[in-house]
C-alpha cells in the first residue's frame, strides 16, 4: 500500500541522518538499594544538570550511557534522603557505583526527585501501548478483564456474571484477533481456566496493552493486538492471600508468593486462585410460558432469577529453580493444574434458555524457563521457554426439553442445543517452544531474533453417537521474528524495524465419499506468509514526544475454526488468515511539579483488514456454522487519555475512545463485480463505537494518629454510547435493533495497617443498579456489593 512505503521511506531517512553519527560514550552502571539491602525499584538515577540518566529496573539496578566528562551523579526515589556522587567517565569505559538510600524522616525539607514508573516507561516506547500499575488495585476483588476495560481504546464485552464468555477488543479489532499473555507466555499453555475474566490482580504486578502492532519477542500472530500480563519479578520472600465473598453468592480467593533460600539461590513461587459463583442475578422483562389449560399455553414476560448459571474454577500452578547462577540468571521447572464447571444459561440470544446443558473441563501443563543475560560474550542475552500441556473439557446436553425463565420446561424430540443429545468431548495436547536472543552491539544499535512453536492435537467425539476419534487433526504454527533497534541523538530518537514469519503445517483426517461408506484420509499442507514493521519515537524534550508504528500483520486459522467440533462446527479446511495493515500516531506529553505529575497521551489508529474469519450458517441447516473467510473491514479512531497525580493523596484519570468499524466488503464471496453488498460501508453491528472511562482514587496515610495505615476511597465511572445490535441499514435506534446508552458507577472504600500487612476492603459495582447490556444486547448482574480481606507479608 501507498502510505506504507512513505512511513518505511520517512524511517529510512531518519536512519540514514542519524545512523552515522554515533556518539562516542561511557556507561555507568549499579545498583540502587535501601538500607536493609532490598532493591528500590523504578529509582532514578541521572547526571546532574543533563538528561543523560536511567530508571533502575525490578533488582534495583541501572545502567546508562553518557558522554566523557566530569559529572554528578545523583540517586533519587521518592520517601528516600537523594544521594551525590563525583564521578568521571571516560570514552568506552564502564564504570560502577553502589547506592545505599536512607528513608526520609518527616521533619527533613528534602527535595525528592519524582522518577517515571514502569508503566510510564511503557507508554514511552515506539509502539503504542497501554500500561497499568496494578498495586493500587490489589485490594479490590476486580479481575483483569475488568481493570482492562477501563483502559484507553479496550472494550470487554461479557455474557453475562463470573466466568462467562466474553469478547476483548483493542481498536475495533476482537476476538482471537488479540492474544493474551503472562510473563510473555501465551495463557492458553495453561488451559481454558486461565482467562482474563478469572485472574485477580493481586497475582499481577501491571499490564500491558499492544494497539495494533505487537513486538517480535511475544512471538505471536496477533492481528489486532496483544495483552501481556506481568508478575511479581522481585527476588525477594513474599505473600499475597485474599478472600472475597459477595452478591449472588460469589466467592473468590487467591494465593502467590515465593521462598528463596539465599545461599543456594533456590527458589520457590507457587500461586493459585479459586472462583465460584451462582450468578444468580434477576433478568427483567424476559419471556417465560404461562399454561392455560392441557392444550392452550401463552407468551408472558417478567421479571426472574437466572437458575442456572452456577460457575466454579481452580487453578494452581508451582514453579521450582535457581537465580543468579553464572550459568543462569532464572532456571525454573514448574506445572500447573485447573478445573472448571460451568453450567450454561443462555447462548448469543436471551430468549433461548438452557436447563440442563453443562460445560466441564480441566488443563495440566509442565514447563521449563531459562534465562541469561551475557551469555558467552557481553550484551548477548537468551531466553527459553518450553511446555507440554492438555487442555480437556466435554459439553452435555442430554435433556430432550425447551426451558423457560420461571424454570419450566417442555417436552420434545430434540435436544436443548435443537439436535440430537450429546455428550462431546474434545482433548488438545499442545506443545510450546519460544526462544529469544538478542544482542546489543553498541549504544546505538541492537538486534533481537525470536523463533516460537505452537504445535497442537485436536481429538474430538461424542460418546453417545460414536467412538472415540483415533486419527486427530494436526496443527503446527511456527513463528520467526527478526528485529533491529536503533536510538539516535541521546536517544531522542529510536527506531525499530522488523519481519515476521509465519508458517501453517495443518494434517487434517477427513471423509471421503457418502455415508457408512466414506473413506478416512488425511490432507497435509504448508502455507506460510510474511509480515512487517516499523515503529519509531522522537522526544523533543524529557517526557514529550511523538511516536508512529505500522504493521503488516497477520492472525493464523485456529484449531477449531480449521476442525471444528463435532456437533456444532464443521471443519474448513480451506480458510486462510486473516491479514490487516495496522497504523498508529501518538503523541505524549508528562510534567512533574513539585508533588504532582500529569501526563497526557492521544492518538490516532486506522486497521485495514481482509479475509476476516467469521461462523456462517452452514447449508440451510440452521443449526451448524462453519467459519470462513468472510469480509474486509476498515478501522479509523481516535482516543485520548489524561492522568494526574498529587503526591500519593489524589489520583484522577480521563479517557474516551472514537473508532469506526465498517464493512469495506464492495460485493460479497470475493468476486470484484455484481450486485454491491447491502451493508458496504455500514458500521459494523454489535460493536461499540463510542466510549470513556473517569477514575478518582483519594488516599491518605497515618490516619486515626496511626503511622502505619492508609485509608483509600476509589471511584469510577463508564460510559458507552449506544450502538446498532443488527446492520444499520435494517436498524432503528428507537427499537430493540439497538444497545442502548450505558451509564455504570462502582466505588470502593479499603483500609490497610501495618504497613498493608493486612487489608480489608467493601466494594459496590453498578451501584445505581442501571439496567447493563453487552454483548448481543444479554442483560449483565445489577447491583452487587463484596467485600474482601487481603493479607500481605514479604
Known amino acids: 500500500m501507498q502510505y506504507t512505503k512513505y512511513l518505511l521511506l520517512v524511517s529510512l531517512c531518519f536512519w540514514i541522518i542519524t545512523g552515522h553519527a554515533q556518539d562516542n560514550s561511557g556507561k555507568i552502571s549499579g545498583t540502587i538499594k535501601t538500607q536493609s539491602g532490598d532493591p528500590i525499584s523504578f529509582a532514578n538515577i541521572s547526571l546532574k544538570h543533563t538528561t543523560y540518566g536511567a530508571v533502575a529496573d525490578d533488582d534495583g539496578q541501572f545502567i546508562f550511557s553518557a558522554p566523557p566528562g566530569n559529572y554528578t551523579l545523583i540517586a533519587s526515589f521518592m520517601g528516600y534522603v537523594s544521594v551525590e556522587k563525583e564521578v568521571v567517565l571516560k570514552n568506552g569505559k564502564t564504570i560502577t557505583h553502589h547506592f545505599i538510600l536512607k528513608e526520609a524522616s518527616n521533619d527533613l525539607d528534602e527535595v525528592m526527585i519524582m522518577s517515571k514508573s514502569k508503566s510510564r516507561q511503557t507508554k514511552e516506547l515506539p509502539l503504542s501501548v497501554n500500561a497499568i500499575e496494578l498495586k493500587e488495585l490489589s485490594n479490590t476483588t476486580l479481575n483483569l478483564n475488568e481493570v482492562l476495560n477501563k483502559s484507553t481504546g479496550v472494550k470487554v464485552r461479557e455474557q453475562g456474571g463470573v466466568g462467562s464468555d466474553f469478547e476483548f477488543s483493542i481498536n475495533g479489532l476482537s476476538g482471537k484477533a488479540v492474544r493474551f499473555f503472562i510473563d510473555g507466555i501465551p495463557l ?17 504486578e501491571r499490564v500491558v496493552v499492544y494497539k495494533g502492532v505487537v513486538p517480535v519477542h511475544l512471538g505471536s500472530d496477533a492481528l489486532g493486538g496483544a495483552v501481556n500480563i506481568i508478575t511479581n519479578k522481585n527476588v525477594t520472600n513474599y505473600l499475597d492471600a485474599s478472600y472475597s465473598a459477595g452478591s449472588f453468592n460469589t466467592h473468590k480467593a487467591s494465593i502467590t508468593g515465593q521462598y528463596i533460600n539465599k545461599k543456594t539461590g533456590l527458589l520457590l513461587k507457587a ?20 399454561v392455560i389449560d392441557e392444550d392452550n399455553s401463552e407468551f408472558v414476560t417478567g421479571d426472574f432469577k437466572r437458575f442456572h448459571d452456577q460457575y466454579k474454577t481452580a487453578l494452581g500452578q508451582l514453579e521450582l529453580g535457581l537465580t543468579n547462577k553464572p550459568w543462569a540468571d532464572v532456571f525454573f521447572i514448574g506445572g500447573s493444574y485447573s478445573e472448571t464447571d460451568k453450567q450454561i444459561q443462555t447462548g448469543t440470544n436471551q430468549d433461548v434458555v438452557y436447563g440442563g446443558v453443562v460445560r466441564n473441563g480441566n488443563a495440566y501443563s509442565g514447563t521449563l524457563r531459562y534465562a541469561k543475560k551475557d551469555l ?25 426439553r425447551r426451558y423457560y425463565w420461571d424454570g419450566t420446561y417442555q417436552e420434545r424430540p430434540s435436544s436443548e442445543f435443537g439436535s440430537n443429545t450429546s455428550i462431546f468431548h474434545i482433548n488438545r495436547p499442545k506443545k510450546f517452544v519460544r526462544t529469544n536472543l538478542s544482542y546489543q552491539m553498541t549504544p546505538q544499535h541492537s538486534f533481537g531474533i525470536n523463533y516460537t512453536l505452537d504445535h497442537i492435537k485436536n481429538f474430538n467425539w461424542d460418546e453417545l453417537n460414536v467412538d472415540e476419534d483415533d486419527a ?25 524495524f522488523f519481519v515476521k514469519y509465519y508458517g501453517l503445517q495443518l494434517d487434517e483426517p477427513f471423509a471421503v465419499g457418502l455415508g457408512s461408506q466414506g473413506e478416512r484420509v488425511t490432507l497435509s499442507q504448508w502455507n506460510d506468509y510474511i509480515g512487517y514493521g516499523i515503529g519509531s519515537r522522537y522526544s523533543f524534550k524529557e517526557n514529550f514526544g511523538l511516536k508512529a508504528s505500522y504493521e503488516k500483520a497477520y492472525r493464523l486459522q485456529e484449531v477449531g475454526e480449521l476442525f471444528g467440533n463435532g456437533y456444532t462446527v464443521i471443519a474448513n479446511n480451506e480458510l486462510k488468515p486473516e491479514n490487516s495493515h495496522n497504523f498508529n500516531l501518538g503523541l505524549f506529553y508528562g510534567i512533574n511539579w513539585n508533588s504532582n505529575s500529569l501526563f497526557f497521551e492521544t492518538g490516532g489508529f486506522l486497521r485495514d483488514a481482509e479475509n476476516f474469519i467469521a461462523p456462517v450458517v452452514y447449508l440451510s441447516n440452521s443449526q451448524i456454522i462453519r467459519y470462513e473467510n468472510t469480509s474486509k473491514v476498515l478501522v479509523k479512531g481516535l482516543d485520548a487519555e489524561v492522568k494526574f497525580k498529587h503526591e500519593d493523596l489524589l489520583n484522577i484519570a480521563v479517557n474516551a475512545t472514537y473508532q469506526k468499524t465498517t464493512d469495506n466488503t464492495q460485493f460479497p464471496f470475493g468476486s470484484t463485480t455484481g450486485t454491491e453488498s447491502p451493508t458496504y460501508k455500514n458500521q459494523l453491528p454489535n460493536r461499540p463505537w463510542l466510549f470513556g472511562n473517569a477514575t478518582i482514587g483519594i488516599g491518605k496515610s497515618n490516619v486515626f494518629n496511626k503511622k502505619d495505615n492508609r485509608l483509600q476511597l476509589n471511584w469510577d ?34 483500609y490497610s495497617f501495618k504497613n498493608g500487612t493486612y487489608n480489608i476492603a467493601l466494594e459496590g459495582r453498578n451501584i445505581t443498579d442501571r439496567l447493563a447490556y453487552d454483548n448481543f444486547r444479554l442483560q449483565k448482574p445489577g447491583r452487587a456489593f463484596s467485600v474482601k480481606f487481603r493479607y500481605f507479608i514479604k
Open 271 to 290: 500461586s493459585g486462585f479459586v472462583n465460584y459463583s451462582d450468578n444468580d442475578y434477576t433478568m427483567y422483562g424476559v419471556r417465560a410460558i404461562k
Open 188 to 204: 492458553d499453555v495453561m488451559g481454558s481456566s486461565m482467562s482474563l475474566n478469572n485472574i485477580p490482580v493481586n497475582i499481577a
Open 472 to 496: 486427530p487433526g494436526k496443527l503446527a504454527k511456527h513463528n520467526i521474528g527478526l528485529s533491529y533497534q536503533q536510538a539516535f541523538l541521546d536517544k531522542k530518537l529510536t527506531n525499530t
Open 717 to 750: 465511572f463508564q460510559y458507552v454510547h449506544w450502538y446498532y445490535l443488527t446492520w444499520e441499514n435494517y436498524g432503528n435506534k428507537d427499537n430493540i435493533n439497538t444497545i442502548p446508552d450505558q451509564y455504570i458507577q462502582n466505588a470502593s472504600l479499603s
Open 376 to 400: 558467552l560474550t557481553k550484551n548477548f542475552d537468551v531466553s527459553l521457554f518450553a511446555s507440554l500441556s492438555e487442555d480437556k473439557y466435554i459439553v452435555s446436553d442430554t435433556l430432550n
